[in-house]
């Protein structure tokens, strides 16, 4: 039974690396098809945005950015997700953060915030988040949305 287990497997190996080989080998006439729909995908007006917080500060932040326009989206504003975790950091000899000591390595319960933002109005969102934002350094994720994913 191990022999032909083994078999089994290496059957299946040898069918994927065809598959792949198949695939690579293709012409770009005959990839036309397949990358059609990535080839051809349009940006919506928005973006998403995504950055941790504190849990103490999250819904300041929230609130914030909400009134600087993140968050809108069609008859909706002040749209957004969040999830908690736990973030985790050491501040170096030069720093001067709002949490914990330089040299000693800090957990803190945060929120991951998620929102999307016209692209008309990013900067002025961004620099809200950075102003309401306890942190002196942060960083927020910008991802494009595309036609094709909104509803």
Known sequence: MHVSCSLNYFIKFLYLLSFITHCHNNTPEENKGQSFMI???QQSD????????????ADYVREAMG?????K??????CSFSTKGIGRFMPNSDAHP???APGILEEVIEERIETVVLKEHLEVVIETIKTAHPYESTVIDIYPIYKIGCK
């Open 39 to 41: 080839n051809n995908l």
């Open 46 to 57: 928005y973006v998403t945005i995504v950055f941790t917080v504190p849990e103490t500060h």
């Open 67 to 71: 009134k600087a326009g993140a968050g």
């Open 73 to 78: 989206f069609e008859n909706y504003s002040f």
């Open 98 to 100: 709002h949490i914990g």
